[in-house]
């Protein structure tokens, strides 16, 4: 386990962000990337948690009044897996990357297919 201020751990997500493909955050909408400290009670070990509305579920009323999509990253859970601030980045990344899928529709099964999960 690797230990980090929760200032550390932000910055090391922002490093984590600058990895994922400009590619795909250029297609993102209306989301914005939180940091907690805590997973759920129900789900202690869970490393990252989108909550909205994916793309492929939006119609033309959507956007009225929408709060931006959340992408959240457990800190504790994270720095539990991780033995050095390298593996935190990229771990980060990782997780990202997975969440965003979910922005975009794609569920845990297609992301176990391609190796995401």
Same mark, same amino acid.
């Given at each position: 386990m690797?230990?980090?201020?929760?200032?550390?751990?932000?910055?090391?997500?922002?490093?984590?962000l600058?990895?994922?493909?400009?590619?795909l955050?250029?297609?993102? /909408?209306? &989301? %914005?990337?939180? $940091?907690?400290?805590?997973?759920?009670?129900?789900?202690?070990?869970l490393? #990252?948690l989108?909550?909205?509305?994916?793309?492929?579920?939006?119609?033309?009323?959507?956007?009225?009044?929408?709060?931006?999509?959340?992408?959240?990253?457990?800190?504790?859970?994270?720095?539990?897996?991780?033995?050095?601030? /390298?593996? &935190? %980045?990229?771990? $980060?990344?990782?997780?990202?990357?997975?969440?965003?899928a979910?922005?975009? #529709?794609?569920?845990?099964?297609?992301?176990?297919?391609?190796?995401?999960?």
């Amino acid at each position: 386990m690797v230990e980090m201020t929760r200032e550390d751990f932000e910055d090391a997500v922002r490093d984590g962000l600058d990895l994922v493909p400009e590619d795909l955050t250029g297609m993102m /909408d209306n &989301v %914005v990337v939180l $940091v907690e400290d805590e997973a759920p009670a129900d789900e202690p070990e869970l490393l #990252g948690l989108y909550e909205g509305v994916p793309l492929t579920e939006r119609d033309h009323l959507w956007a009225a009044g929408a709060l931006p999509d959340r992408i959240t990253i457990f800190r504790y859970p994270t720095l539990a897996i991780c033995e050095t601030r /390298d593996d &935190v %980045v990229e771990e $980060v990344a990782v997780t990202v990357v997975h969440e965003i899928a979910h922005h975009f #529709g794609i569920d845990d099964e297609r992301l176990h297919e391609l190796g995401w999960a």
